[in-house]
């Protein structure tokens, strides 16, 4: 997994799905992944990186440590 800080969008999809997630899905306003009841919201495309701060807050509601992000 790519260390802790401003990921690219792409990068970000393909680390979810090597832990589990499926997707991502259309819904809303925004894409999601699902593993299992777990439902992350994906941020659109866009031309820079996804930042610490949202990073932060995605792993949060896919219940993934930095840890957990930074060894798979």
């Known amino acids: 997994m790519p260390p ?3 990921v690219k969008r792409k990068v970000l ?7 589990s997630f499926k997707g991502p899905e259309s819904g809303g306003r925004h894409q999601h992944m699902i593993r ?10 866009h031309n820079g990186d996804i ?3 949202l990073l932060a807050t995605i792993l ?5 440590s930095r840890d957990e992000w ?3």
């Open 4 to 6: 802790f800080g401003p």
């Open 13 to 19: 999809i393909r680390s979810l799905r090597q832990l």
């Open 36 to 45: 299992g009841a777990v439902r992350v919201d994906i941020p659109n495309p």
């Open 51 to 53: 930042g610490r701060g």
């Open 60 to 64: 949060k509601q896919a219940g993934i």
């Open 70 to 72: 930074e060894s798979v």
